[in-house]
């Protein structure tokens, strides 16, 4: 094959649709000039984690969710911030990245970096 196919699809930093694969690499690209990160898409396809990534620092907390919350609205409904809300702080007292994991017992979370998060 040669040249670029279009993606259905929208561009997640606004462009519009203006998706489309690269054939060359297979990689998911925004075609709008004007895109201030074309591979925006490609990225979001590609990282790994599948799981909740909590971050505490000393203002509080911030939660990255997966992307599967995104469908059926279930971002909305999630538990996760409820919970962290109402722990004391983070875990064993230690600022950082965790890996938050929903188990029979309620939310699991475990000390995480960067690096293995993607």
Avoid: K
Wanted: glycine content about 10%; hydrophobic content about 30%.
């Amino acid at each position: 094959m040669t040249g670029n196919l279009p993606v259905a699809g929208h561009c997640p930093m606004g462009c519009g649709e203006t998706l489309q694969r690269r054939t060359t690499d297979g990689a998911i690209v925004c075609a709008s000039p004007a895109c201030v990160r074309p591979d925006a898409v490609d990225e979001l396809l590609r990282d790994r984690e599948t799981e909740h990534i909590v971050q505490f620092d000393p203002a509080g907390f911030t939660i990255r969710h997966p992307l599967r919350e995104r469908l059926d609205d279930d971002l909305m409904r999630c538990a996760l911030h409820r919970s962290i809300a109402e722990l004391l702080g983070p875990p064993n007292g230690e600022p950082g990245r965790y890996r938050a994991t929903r188990g029979p017992g309620g939310w699991r979370l475990t000390a995480s970096t960067e690096s293995s998060d993607r």
